[in-house]
């Protein structure tokens, strides 16, 4: 790999750098998404495709700020009432019209979808009460319990057309299949691009899993027309093959060049590179309910995860500062709690989380495992910046302080759903906050699941703790800023505490391209057409 990339950046001393062509894109993705299904699994790269194709009630800027899109207002009745007001003339790519009914369609569909990942966007239709339509250009939601953040989280549910399937008259009727009587669009149907009908700014021409997804320009699209004509997003998990088609030509930009090769590209000015902070915090999840565990081995077949003194001398035994300067090359920040410190809701100043290795053994010793024991650490390796490297660096520091740490990293296709299976121990996550404040990592992995309160969908470890879960519903359901500010605050408190989650740092999200575009960062991590323009 190494032979291959010298020779690539020594063929494009000799390139002359090509402006690009205002009629197509080429991007290179260092995560491939695992679906064109839009309510296939709440995961960065499946939203980003999402948002080309299709478009929510509302969307984020970069820095996630919530605007109008199919909605063009909203309002609410102080309680559990919203009214949304939607946008006139607007189509499908298909041609037909966009109406109440395929909102009430969609949000049907994301509760009757049996190809999901887990959860995916029940969490936000599943407190939905009742979705009426008075009339073709209004859409009132009655939340079963209050929900602040509805215009943040309907954002998030793309709007798929009613047209794909049979129905009588469509309501928000889950008990009885929302008045549809054929078969609900599945996962087959989006990917090979017969179900793939949305409003966004581009169409679907080709989804290859693999090899390339292949976009065309939707003219029609109710925003005006975006400059490319056609766009393709080629998945490279390398960084180094990435860095090298960038340079040789083949790519007019690229995801998450590695942190090392800034330099080497800032200096070039055929290139230009943008760094982005992001909210993603990148975690390790603990199974501290079952006993034993799957992938920990310790006398008696006990679970030493149970012990919260093991869980934090594990905490302990990380040097993050060390992960971020060596293995991020500094783009990346430490993570002492699980959201940038200054957003909504977070703790002003969280305690550090201080490498003492000393300390861990100690507390190994005081929770009665002074020679250690025996875990498998799971991860993805082609999702996350570094994810493998960043597995293999905490086994050893486990290793360093007793605990003998093997690491079984992997596809991310095969491991999210293991995950969702609950088929690990300790297993890496990441998150990145789709509200821009704390409850939306609090309200999905540390909380006891709770299907009809549409928290815990995420709680693979079985972490309960009934104080946490108190000040988590009441602050999800309270609509005074300052007051639900301070519930999240007291209930991040308590989930660091109780050490079922290891934070281990923020990412920063990194895009190199050609010097005659001009990209926009996003804090979300998404990766869209949308956010590059040619420079002049």
Request: proline share 6%; net charge neutral.
């Amino acid at each position: 790999m190494r032979t291959s990339l010298s020779a690539a950046l020594l063929a494009s001393v000799c390139l002359v750098s090509l402006p690009a062509s205002a009629q197509s894109l080429r991007i290179a993705l260092g995560s491939e998404p695992t679906a064109v299904d839009p309510h296939y699994h709440d995961l960065t790269p499946n939203n980003a495709l999402a948002q080309h194709i299709f478009d929510g009630l509302t969307r984020q800027d970069e820095q996630q700020k919530v605007l109008p899109a199919l909605a063009t207002s909203w309002e609410n009745d102080g309680k559990n009432k919203w009214t949304f007001k939607l946008r006139d003339g607007v189509t499908f790519s298909n041609g037909k019209p966009f109406t109440a009914d395929d909102v009430i369609f969609t949000f049907c569909r994301t509760l009757k979808n049996e190809t999901k990942i887990t959860g995916s966007f029940a969490d936000v239709t599943g407190n939905f009460a009742s979705v009426t339509a008075p009339d073709a250009r209004t859409i009132v939601i009655e939340t079963k319990n209050p929900e602040p953040l509805l215009p943040n989280l309907v954002g998030t549910v793309a709007i798929i057309s009613s047209s794909l399937a049979k129905f009588d008259k469509l309501s928000f009727d889950v008990a009885n299949n929302c008045g549809v009587t054929g078969e609900w669009p599945a996962l087959t149907a989006f990917n090979d691009g017969s179900a793939a009908i949305g409003t966004g700014p581009y169409k679907l021409k080709s989804y290859v899993r693999g090899s390339a997804i292949e976009l065309e320009r939707n003219d029609s699209h109710w925003g005006g027309k975006e400059p490319w004509a056609s766009v393709r997003f080629v998945p490279v998990t390398n960084a180094g093959p990435r860095l090298a088609g960038l340079l040789a030509g083949d790519y007019d930009m690229i995801e998450n060049p590695a942190a090392r090769d800034l330099g080497r590209i800032s200096n070039d000015k055929r290139f230009a590179t943008v760094i982005t902070p992001s909210t993603r915090v990148i975690y390790f999840q603990l199974d501290v309910a079952r006993e034993p565990s799957p992938f920990v081995k310790a006398e008696g077949d006990k679970n030493p995860l149970k012990d919260v003194r093991v869980r934090r001398a594990m905490s302990m035994a990380i040097d993050r500062d060390a992960i971020v300067k060596r293995l991020m090359d500094g783009a990346a920040q430490p993570a002492y709690q699980f959201l940038p410190t200054g957003m909504f809701g977070t703790l002003p100043n969280p305690p550090v989380i201080k490498y003492d290795p000393a300390g861990a053994k100690k507390l190994l010793a005081e929770a009665g495992y002074p020679n250690g024991f025996q875990v498998t650490l799971s991860s993805t390796n082609d999702r996350y910046i570094n994810d493998g490297q960043i597995t293999q660096a905490v086994a050893q520091y486990l290793t360093q302080v007793g605990i003998k740490t093997d690491v079984d990293a992997m596809t991310r296709a095969i491991y999210f759903p293991r995950r969702a299976k609950k088929e690990f121990s300790v297993a890496l996550g990441g998150w990145g906050s789709a509200t821009g404040e704390a409850a939306s990592f609090l309200r999905q992995w540390p909380a006891t699941p709770d299907d009809a309160k549409t928290i815990g969908g995420s709680n693979y470890g079985g972490w309960q703790d009934a104080e946490f879960d108190k000040l988590i519903r009441e602050a999800i359901q309270t609509l005074d800023d300052s007051k639900r500010a301070e519930l999240l605050q007291k209930a991040g408190a308590r989930a660091l505490e109780g050490a079922a989650f290891i934070p281990l740092h923020f990412e920063s999200t990194i895009w190199a391209s050609k010097a005659d575009l001009k990209v926009t960062g996003r804090a979300d991590q998404f990766t869209l057409a949308m956010s590059v323009k040619p420079a002049k």
